[in-house]
């Protein structure tokens, strides 16, 4: 019996880990389309060293990309609006 509840106990942490990958797959996507990024490579580092080394490698990519980073967007000041 204790054998079953081991097994199941694995099995349930296994499909956690599942879950979790999934979730950063889906964030580290869908930051790299947003940044202009190539998706694949991303996701290979994902699977291969972790999120930590994905999201090193989209930084190091937004560094010398071309295109405005939207970290930088996001600093510009608002224009001025009227709520009249």
């Given at each position: ?23 950063q797959a889906r964030i580290v996507k869908s930051l790299a389309v947003d ?50």
């Amino acid at each position: 019996m204790l054998d079953a509840l081991v097994g199941g106990t694995e099995l349930l942490s296994a499909q956690e880990h599942e879950l979790a990958f999934a979730d950063q797959a889906r964030i580290v996507k869908s930051l790299a389309v947003d940044l202009g990024q190539d998706t694949g490579p991303i996701i290979d580092m994902l699977a291969r060293r972790g999120f930590d080394a994905a999201l090193d490698m989209m930084a190091t990519g937004a560094a010398h990309s071309p295109r405005t980073p939207v970290v930088a967007r996001t600093t510009d000041p608002l224009p001025s609006r009227s709520f009249h």
